[in-house]
């Protein structure tokens, strides 16, 4: 018999009322992490590898916040430790300390709201901490006016490459290609040879964000310069260009024309 055992009734109710099966708090918050990135985003919703890379640094910063603020290690924090007061403390860190802007911090916000969401569904004991920090609301700021550059200014952009040279050629055709299609920096990065058409008029295939597919019929000009440069070149042969190459080089051109602003 265990020392201290009562046979009576209610020493039996209170023994069972102490030895719930399910965790106070919802359960450790790595596990709970992993399950989320690994079975949920992987496995079931098929987020782009974008996607998955800015909430896996969102979990981070995030990590290393707590550890400073609540002097706890991975191991050791709870699901329940992504209270409201923790998270609020946090976006405003990234805006104080880290110097984040509010789309930033809003991106940040999206990411919690997600995992959440995810949690409290797993376990319903989170739900009164899941309620209080999904009603933190987005902050708000001012949307600017996006700018543009005048018809010669443009022009003088798009002739700054030297064309007479093989690299000079091939960074005018990747300005003509953003210019000509709207394309994102990523879209033109992610171009591969056989997205680019250039009989029967010319066309591009374009994969953007959220996994939508566009074709953009252009203009015989970019197609003549594309065809000259049969293929879009990265830094180095066999890999992507990346978003950082190509702002680089598209840095480079706008410093020849130091004169546009």
């Not at 079931?44 to 974008?50: A, E």
């Not at 899941?130 to 933190?136: K, N, P, T």
Request: aromatic residues 6%; contains cysteine.
């Amino acid at each position: 018999p265990v020392s201290g055992s009562s046979d009576s009734p209610g020493a039996r109710r209170e023994v069972t009322m102490k030895s719930p099966n399910i965790p106070a708090q919802g359960g450790l918050l790595g596990p709970a992490l992993q399950r989320y990135f690994c079975q949920y985003l992987i496995s079931q919703r098929d987020l782009s590898p974008q996607t998955i890379h800015s909430y896996r640094d969102t979990f981070k910063l995030l990590i290393r916040f707590l550890e400073r603020r609540r002097g706890a290690t991975i191991d050791q924090m709870k699901v329940a430790d992504l209270d409201a007061p923790n998270i609020l403390a946090f976006l405003e860190d990234l805006e104080r300390s880290r110097g984040n802007s509010p789309r930033s911090r809003n991106v940040r916000r999206a990411a919690i709201r997600s995992f959440i969401r995810y949690a409290s569904s797993a376990e319903p004991l989170l739900l009164p901490v899941a309620q209080r920090l999904l009603a933190i609301p987005a902050k708000r700021f001012e949307h600017t006016v996006v700018g543009y550059l005048t018809r010669e200014q443009m022009q003088c952009l798009l002739h700054a490459p030297d064309a007479s040279t093989k690299v000079g050629l091939r960074d005018r055709a990747l300005l003509m290609l953003m210019y000509n299609t709207g394309a994102r920096v990523s879209e033109i990065a992610a171009l591969q040879r056989g997205d680019l058409h250039l009989e029967s008029g010319g066309s591009v295939h374009i994969r953007g964000k959220g996994r939508k597919q566009r074709s953009v019929l252009r203009r015989w000009t970019m197609c003549s310069t594309v065809r000259r440069r049969s293929y879009v070149t990265p830094v180095m042969a066999g890999s992507r260009l990346t978003n950082f190459d190509f702002g680089r080089k598209v840095g480079r051109t706008s410093r020849k024309r130091a004169f546009i602003r």
